[in-house]
């Protein structure tokens, strides 16, 4: 190929082609050229032609004209696929789109469930609080051990001069001591063996039914205390608990499918945070 200061010249390539005798002209045509690397540079061909008429002057002239063309066509072709994209990068330009596409997919969704999760915990929020400021329940009133009514809400469960209440909703110690003192409770305060025994037979079977009540050793390891601030007298621990296995300050009850478990021997401890059911109790005044 041509260097870009360089001229293709044909001096005298059809001086067989004319006479000896008579007058001879030059031919000359010229074409700029663009390289691949983007220099453009000219090609001139010349050619001897008869000065005279004849058909070997035309014959030349088109030649030539030819010869300039095809050079140009050859370069032009090599550089344009010499500047062409490799199907391997077209393939990698691809791939990277479609990266691209499904990471901007992967960050929507998890911002769309991210706003699924609030827009839950905003309704159970709101369904807690509807549930709290209801009207009144019904009342019923159960006479206790001492002869005097005492009136439990409705779903409430009375012993002596205290109402129960077994929840079916699962939630940490702390918002079930809430939930509670919503209803003028608090988390069960357990003191006999016997009210012990008595919520514990309130409590289905099954292969680990928990609940929450007003146990914890908050603020003080190993020193158990209820939630009204006194201390712990009587308990009613599994053997081998309270263990604090892995940071467990509050107290649960367990009723399982396994009917050698007794009820004097049923507290476990947990982690506060752990969401279960829970039991209230409410003190009543009697009438």
Known sequence: MSTPDSSVVFDGMYSKLVDDEGNQDKFSSTADVQHSDGAVFPVRVTALVRSGPGPYRIATICLASLCAILLISII?????????????????????????????SLSKLQQENKQLQE???????????KLTTK?????TLIPNTTGASVECPTNWHLFNSSCYFISTRMISWKLSQTY?????????????????????????????????FGISDKQTEDDWKWVDGTSVEKSFW???????????DCGYIVKTEVLERVAIRSWYDAPCEMSIKFICEKEMKTK
Request: glycine share 4%.
């Open 135 to 139: 009207a009144p329940p019904v009342v």
């Open 119 to 129: 827009d839950k915990k905003a309704l159970l929020d709101k369904l807690d609080l």
């Open 180 to 212: 509670c003192e919503r209803q003028g409770a608090h988390l069960a305060i357990i003191h006999t063996a016997e009210e012990q025994t008595f919520l514990w037979d309130l409590l289905p079977r099954a292969h680990w039914n928990a609940y929450w």
């Open 76 to 104: 032009a072709v090599s550089a344009h696929y010499k500047n062409r994209p490799q199907r391997g990068d077209e393939g990698t330009t691809s791939m990277q789109t479609d990266v691209s596409a499904l990471t901007a």
């Open 238 to 248: 599994e053997e081998g608990e309270p263990n604090n296995h892995i940071n467990e």
